[in-house]
T-cell receptor
Framework: DAGITQSPRHKVTETGTPVTLRCHQTENHRYMYWYRQDPGHGLRLIHYSYGVKDTDKGEVSDGYSVSRSKTEDFLLTLESATSSQTSVYFC??????????FGPGTRLTVT | KQEVTQIPAALSVPEGENLVLNCSFTDSAIYNLQWFRQDPGKGLTSLLLIQSSQREQTSGRLNASLDKSSGRSTLYIAASQPGDSATYLCAAGPSGGYQKVTFGTGTKLQVIP
């Protein structure tokens, strides 16, 4: 599993509140990714990071921001949660041979 | 823009049958093709990774092939078991300088005892 953990694993929050999801890896991989998975849409890339303080947008980045102050941690923040952000969020790392490994996911419900 | 398609969306087979799952992609200039398994409510588990220079990879009862020229990959499962029931996703690796991996929407497999 490439030593990837996500926290929290489940969260219920109210519309308009900020939410931060954490991804932690233990193997010092340079590339880290945040995806969301929704029925009918599959996995969609939100943001990714290619090093400490180096991040870029994915295809569904509106309403999300990320930060990476340490190699091992990649944070995803919903600035003001909306019901459309109810989803399952997955963190992933990429190895040197371009193989991706995923964390266990965070199920987020915005009421 | 890369597009990845997996057909069928769902498949039901009797236990013991050999089966093939299909994955097609539109941009053949990919770096690799990766197959995943996802159980309900769980994360994605990597099954096989095929680099662009390879034509196939094998792991146990699984064999994945890659034909870049036709934009297709297949995942062959031999002697299917009920424990193989899951959703299988393929992901086309980055092409050119773009780091994005494009996922298919998956094939949901049910193996009936």
């Amino acid at each position: 599993d490439a030593g990837i953990t996500q926290s929290p694993r489940h969260k219920v929050t109210e519309t308009g509140t900020p939410v931060t999801l954490r991804c932690h890896q233990t193997e010092n991989h340079r590339y880290m990714y945040w995806y969301r998975q929704d029925p009918g849409h599959g996995l969609r890339l939100i943001h990714y990071s290619y090093g400490v303080k180096d991040t870029d947008k994915g295809e569904v980045s509106d309403g999300y921001s990320v930060s990476r102050s340490k190699t091992e941690d990649f944070l995803l923040t919903l600035e003001s949660a909306t019901s459309s952000q109810t989803s399952v969020y997955f963190c992933a790392i990429r190895t040197g041979t371009y193989e991706q490994y995923f964390g266990p996911g965070t199920r987020l419900t915005v009421t | 823009k890369q597009e990845v398609t997996q057909i069928p969306a769902a498949l039901s087979v009797p236990e013991g049958e050999n089966l093939v799952l299909n994955c097609s992609f539109t941009d053949s200039a990919i770096y690799n093709l990766q197959w995943f398994r996802q159980d309900p409510g769980k994360g994605l588990t990597s099954l096989l990774l095929i680099q662009s220079s390879q034509r196939e990879q094998t792991s146990g009862r699984l064999n994945a092939s890659l034909d870049k020229s036709s934009g297709r990959s297949t995942l062959y499962i031999a002697a299917s078991q009920p424990g193989d029931s899951a959703t299988y996703l393929c992901a086309a690796g980055p092409s050119g300088g773009y780091q994005k991996v494009t996922f298919g929407t998956g094939t949901k497999l049910q193996v009936i005892p």
